[in-house]
């Protein structure tokens, strides 16, 4: 029978046609399905210096699997060590605390080490004083009070103290003496020896301590310029060969203590 004859009063369409029909459509809807799963390619402009096309391709897969990269890096992200600009202000103080600390007890350090500097020139300080007074009461206690035929005060006090280091010697003060002379006024002594040197180089060197004018001794006379010679009297006592002239000052005020040096 001819295609599109009709039997029994129906009309039949060909069933090929419809099925080719039916065919597309469905290929055509499992199409749009796979466009929907498959990945969608954006070309953006070309920036490879080589010349190729940098694409981006975005798919239901990768968004999938997206997902959980993100969030392992987000853990990862989670447990990596802090850093930044908070980070390194807290560096920076705990450097500087620990600077301080260090500054601290260094000066701490330094304050130890001048403290007991300090103690030990107090303690050799009074070592020091502790000796002079010692020296000193050799040179006044000795139980020497001679007047020297009622000489000054100040002039009594050093005769006492030379005889205390000087020892031993007859000790001539006020007397008559031929010429001009201390001895009337009190202000002269005489420590008779042979052996004079010591005494005479110590009252040279404290001159000015014990307020001694001058020195004679063994034909030689010393006003604190040297020792001078002097011209020949005659004999042993007027040379000044058997004793020691001391001359003294009028009004002094002597310090004793000077005479520590000569013992």
Known sequence: MPVGAVRGGSRHRSPGRSAIRHGALAAGLTGSA???VGPAVIALPDQDPQGAATTLELSAQGAALAGPSSSASGARSAVAPVSGPG?????????????????????????????????????????????????????????ASGSYGGVA??????GNAMECVFPGHDVLGVGSRGGQSDHPDGYAL???????????????????????????????????SGWEGMEDRGGATANHEDHVHISFERGGSPDVSALRSCK
């Open 34 to 36: 796979l466009a929907l």
């Open 190 to 224: 005489d420590f008779m020896t042979t052996s004079g040197d010591a005494i005479a180089d110590c009252i040279v060197e404290n001159k000015d301590e014990l307020g001694v004018s001058y020195v004679i001794w063994d034909q030689r006379i010393n006003t604190g």
């Open 87 to 143: 980070t390194s202000a807290a560096s920076a103080d705990l450097i500087k605390a620990t600077e301080r600390d260090r500054a601290a007890d260094a000066a701490t350090a330094r304050e130890a080490r001048a403290r007991a500097a300090e103690e030990r020139r107090a303690q050799q300080a009074a070592q020091e004083r502790a000796a002079e007074q010692e020296r000193t009461a050799s040179v006044t206690n000795c139980g």
């Open 153 to 158: 005060d100040s002039v009594q006090e050093v």
